[in-house]
């Protein structure tokens, strides 16, 4: 077993880390709605008045993304996740002890917020880009998995603490859990450069000392966004993920279930048209990473796109529940499948070093 260890490239054992910390980040992040109607039933709040947290949180995590970027090139992801683990860690432990409905929007709203921006696909794709010459396309789609996953996993979690323990024992027990396992993995396996290790990307030729002048080289080197922003393909970069948070996010993840109420399918049904559509995501964006690597990325991109278009055209057509969950499955696959190509020819086009920043920039959109 150590033998097979110490065969294994630490770009691998990195990005385990990092995907460990993401799926953490993203699922304690999507926990809130699961403690809206218990915090109803306690304080007598309105739901408008706990949505607004929800609304602050989203707001930051997408405003966040430029900022934890440019601090994730320039200071490096490690720090950048270990500040944000603990955001949210204290965040989530703090929401455990609310006596007033500005403590939410404190602890949720706003540190949680804060604390998932910097666990991201923002800082995840620095580390893929920083770490992968070879399998960069497998890498991101890691990450991007590992995103989805968590919310698969967290999720279920905290409604089962809740149902045992009650709503504040779930936040409290999800917060010590995330401060006591995940962020040591942070501290003890994330590092921001190969060359800290004296070591080369994965798939690097040449010696260590040569991958270190080039990185050196890059480094200087750096795209700012204000220089990106005179390069086309960063216009269409932004424009086409535009497509993709628009449809994804805006349209499939708000609408989908007043659409299949509206449409007179159960809620038993449309929930399990989304469990269904969250594990095909995870497939789908592994698998575009593995496709990029193998089939170059602009092809890809422009299929995913296409594909879109398709699956969503097909949804008018749907009449009962299997042909809704075979949508939901193939939605799915497209759900975010286009976050490794995009990356990867952020990475190609502007340098590794410059991804964070210019990344957030794109995902912002």
């Known amino acids: 077993m150590v033998s097979l260890i110490r065969r294994v490239h630490p770009a691998w054992i990195v990005l385990g880390a990092v995907t460990l910390c993401m799926m953490a980040g993203t699922g304690l992040r999507s926990v809130f709605g699961v403690y809206i109607k218990p915090m109803e039933a306690e304080?007598?709040?309105?739901?408008?008045?706990?949505?607004?947290?929800?609304?602050?949180?989203?707001?930051?995590?997408?405003?966040?993304?430029?900022?934890?970027g440019r601090l994730a090139d320039r200071w490096g992801p490690r720090r950048v996740i270990v500040v944000?683990?603990?955001?949210?860690?204290?965040g989530s432990l703090g929401a455990a002890f609310v006596q007033s409905l500005w403590h939410v929007y404190v602890t949720t709203?706003?540190?949680?917020?804060?604390?998932?921006?910097?666990v991201s696909m923002t800082t995840g794709s620095t580390v893929a880009a920083r770490w992968f010459e070879a399998r960069r396309g497998v890498a991101i789609g890691l990450t991007a998995g590992g995103m989805s996953a968590g919310q698969l996993v967290v999720i279920p979690l905290a409604m089962a603490l809740t149902l045992w323990f009650g709503w504040r024992a779930s936040y409290l027990w999800l917060g010590v859990g995330l401060l006591a396992l995940v962020l040591p993995v942070a501290l003890f396996l994330v590092r921001d450069d190969p060359a800290e290790r004296g070591g080369r990307p994965y798939?690097?030729?040449?010696?260590?000392?040569?991958?270190?002048?080039?990185?050196?080289?890059?480094?200087?080197?750096r795209v700012a966004i204000l220089e990106a922003m005179k390069v086309p393909q960063f216009w269409l970069l932004m424009a086409t993920f535009f497509v993709c948070g628009y449809t994804s996010n805006g349209m499939v993840l708000t609408h989908f279930m007043p659409h299949a109420l509206e449409h007179?399918?159960?809620?038993?049904?449309?929930?399990?048209?989304?469990?269904?559509?969250?594990?095909?995501?995870?497939?789908?964006?592994?698998?575009?990473?593995?496709?990029?690597?193998?089939?170059?990325?602009?092809?890809?991109?422009?299929?995913?796109?296409?594909?879109?278009g398709l699956s969503l055209l097909f949804l008018?057509?749907?009449?009962?529940?299997?042909?809704?969950?075979?949508?939901?499955?193939?939605f799915g696959l497209n759900y975010v499948s286009t976050v490794p190509p995009t990356t990867t020819l952020t990475a190609n086009i502007f340098g590794r070093y410059s991804v964070g920043e210019l990344s957030g920039w794109i995902f912002l959109s």
């Open 109 to 118: 709203g706003l540190l949680m917020a804060l604390g998932a921006g910097g």
């Open 84 to 90: 944000s683990l603990l955001l949210l860690g204290i």
């Open 264 to 308: 007179n399918f159960s809620e038993l049904q449309a929930s399990t048209a989304l469990g269904v559509m969250g594990a095909m995501n995870v497939l789908g964006t592994i698998t575009s990473g593995w496709i990029c690597d193998r089939f170059g990325r602009r092809g890809p991109l422009a299929f995913y796109y296409f594909f879109r």
């Open 203 to 221: 798939g690097a030729t040449g010696t260590a000392a040569a991958a270190a002048r080039t990185a050196a080289l890059e480094r200087s080197q």
């Open 43 to 68: 304080f007598g709040w309105g739901r408008g008045a706990l949505s607004g947290a929800a609304a602050i949180s989203l707001l930051l995590l997408g405003a966040t993304g430029p900022l934890v």
């Open 316 to 330: 008018l057509y749907v009449w009962n529940a299997p042909s809704l969950h075979i949508w939901a499955a193939v």
